[in-house]
């Protein structure tokens, strides 16, 4: 399961992890050339040469074509056209729902950030209070022939400053917390609004405001107009929020399988909704009424492939593009394939990492007892897991201990000298058998919840191995119906993806302690001030140096109270059908198909 952290931005299940500064991952497909864009791969085609880590300038003369390519990122489903609810959030969702919706900004493959020009521009023009600028362009509009305005970033702001019970079911509080008053504008149907952060500037403030929902398919679904929305989100009308809540936390909703009407979906995006069957594939249809540059194909298909099928799929021609779980297997079949001169594969680290969270809420055996959790963690085999199932792919992988810093980042090797000691790098199963006697605990039982993937269940089988010795009856929750976000699970195995954020570790770690409660993707209700107060002082703050010191401190403290257990950075494995141009990789959670509306087919 890959989760993101938010920025506005995603996790694998579940924008994402934090990356300081943006740097470059090492990768392996340029002949050992570790600074080389990880957006380029032997094989690849290119209609035109891009000048960055950006999305390449097409061409006014760049056409869509009359054709399909169809791409398997794994098994997840498809949850909803609302990728905006905890329930639908996670990086497999993002990556279709984000082909419908354009917005000011997106990640490029070296973790830039980059404005669209396409859609709009922002400015800062003024810093004292911190305001920004931002202008929609005029022929921006959904599909359904409706102006994209300010009014759909009045809605953007509000499901993200009105949340809790019979309000917004929605993800982070950031947005509404640190721009109290909201987008202003002229009027609603205004294409410029200004936002200003009274406090400073939001650390991750170009990602703050992006893509926006449809504002009048809500407006209408309530029964008021749109004027009346953005009235009283603006204004606070708790009892109008209420109903426009409901109506944006339900009518996307449906039952897997089954597209909500067409004219409550529109598009921004260069794709729209076509068809959906629950378990095997999505389809997106060109947008007819697209005001950008057109989409390079008819039809994409997401398709919902088991990763131990990826690479004969591809083979065979029924998948274009492949994002499998990365095993040595894998690796070498998709070598051989490579060598046949008719795919193209790339290598290299992602901005994703693998963990284990430790809930303590009541009903963990870890609740009344948190010195298990010690035990727990002296026992996980974190250098066996790296070797066994990392080292194949890639060997000079090393553990993942931070959870803010990526071990590829400059910075990292300092942070962690000041924040671990290295405690729990080797399995130590006598100690942790002490600890389990010590407390008559012998025989305690810890489910671990995943999300079934074959790397997954490797890992939890070391880690029985390992701890079953030591006392523990670990049990294999991946074939278990289990809600990660629910906090439904003893350990939970997942990874957080991200996008360049570096305050987007407030909403997992930290607490509102306003209303005394874990933030929204707190899953293990973590709850410890000098964490909260870390991250809350990053948020505003733009000293590299003062960002450094309070990371150090938070990571200290998560290793203290051993919030989680860090594993290893994600080897990053994509291949595609050569005939394919423009399909450039980035280890951003935005996977591999971040420009997807670029690809097009082309003679070799």
Not at 311 to 322: H, P, R
Request: hydrophobic share 35%.
């Amino acid at each position: 399961m890959e989760l993101h952290k938010l920025s506005m931005a995603v996790a694998f299940v579940a924008s994402s992890a934090l990356v300081l500064s943006a740097c470059t991952p090492g990768e392996d497909t340029n002949n050992g050339d570790t600074d080389a864009d990880p957006g380029t791969a032997e094989g690849q085609q290119l209609t035109v040469e891009p000048d960055n880590g950006g999305k390449a300038d097409l061409g006014e003369d760049f056409e869509t074509q009359e054709d399909e390519i169809s791409v398997s990122l794994g098994p997840q489903p498809f949850n909803s056209y609302n990728g905006q609810r905890p329930s639908n959030y996670n990086a497999y969702n993002s990556t279709i729902v984000d082909r419908l919706f354009e917005g000011f900004s997106y990640v490029g493959t070296d973790l830039e950030i980059y404005q669209n020009e396409e859609f709009g521009s922002y400015e800062v023009i003024n810093e004292d209070p911190f305001t920004v600028e931002y202008t929609i362009n005029d022929k921006v509009e959904w599909s359904d022939g409706t102006p994209v305005t300010a009014a759909d970033y009045v809605l953007d702001w509000g499901h993200q400053r009105y949340l809790g019970e019979g309000q917004f079911d929605g993800l982070s509080p950031n947005y509404g917390t640190y721009v109290p008053e909201g987008p202003q504008a002229d009027s609603w149907d205004s294409k410029t609004f200004t936002i200003e952060y009274p406090d400073g500037a939001y650390a991750d403030w170009e990602l703050m405001v992006s893509a926006a929902h449809p504002s009048h398919v809500v407006a209408e679904e309530t029964g008021i107009s749109q004027e009346e929305l953005v009235n009283a989100i603006l204004d606070g009308d708790e009892g109008l929020i209420e109903d426009i809540a409901e109506t944006w936390n339900t009518i996307w909703d449906t039952d897997p399988g089954t597209l909500p009407d067409e004219e409550l979906i529109p598009s921004s995006g260069p794709y729209i909704l076509s068809d959906w069957q629950d378990g095997e594939y999505v389809t997106l249809k060109a947008n007819e009424n697209y005001w950008g540059t057109p989409p390079g194909v008819s039809t994409l298909v997401f398709q919902f492939v088991d990763n131990a099928a990826h690479v004969q799929a591809l083979q065979n021609g029924d998948l274009s593009a492949i994002v499998p779980t990365e095993t040595v297997d894998t690796r070498s079949e998709l070598e051989s394939l490579v060598e046949q001169g008719e795919h193209a594969m790339h290598i290299g680290d992602k901005a994703t990492w693998e963990h284990l969270d430790i809930q303590y809420d009541e009903g963990s055996p870890f609740h009344d007892k948190p010195e298990l959790a010690e035990a727990f963690a002296l026992c996980v085999p974190r250098d066996q897991i790296l070797e066994n199932l990392i080292h194949p792919v890639n060997p000079d992988a090393e553990l993942q201990n931070a959870r803010e810093v990526l071990n590829f980042q400059p910075n990292y090797d300092e942070i962690v000298a000041e924040s671990y000691d290295g405690r729990y790098d080797t399995a130590d199963v006598e100690a942790a058998a002490e600890i389990l006697e010590e407390h008559d605990a012998v025989g305690t039982e810890v489910l671990i919840g995943h999300n079934a993937q074959e790397r997954r269940h490797d890992t939890v089988e070391l880690i029985q191995a390992s701890c079953n010795e030591a006392g523990f009856e670990i049990v294999d929750g991946g074939d278990v119906d289990i809600d990660i976000a629910a906090g439904e699970w003893d350990v939970a195995l997942f990874a957080w993806s991200g996008s360049g954020q570096i305050a987007s570790g407030l909403n997992i770690y930290g607490w509102d302690r306003e209303n005394d409660e874990p933030r929204p993707q707190n899953f293990n209700n973590y709850n410890n001030d000098v964490v909260s107060d870390a991250f809350e002082t990053i948020a505003t703050s733009n000293d590299e140096d003062e960002i450094q010191e309070q990371i150090i401190t938070l990571e200290q403290e998560l290793w203290e109270d051993l919030h989680g257990i860090p594993l290893y950075v994600h080897p990053g494995i994509t291949a595609w059908d050569s005939s394919i141009a423009n399909v450039r990789p980035t280890p951003a959670q935005s996977q591999l198909v971040w420009n997807a509306e670029q690809w097009q087919r082309v003679s070799e």
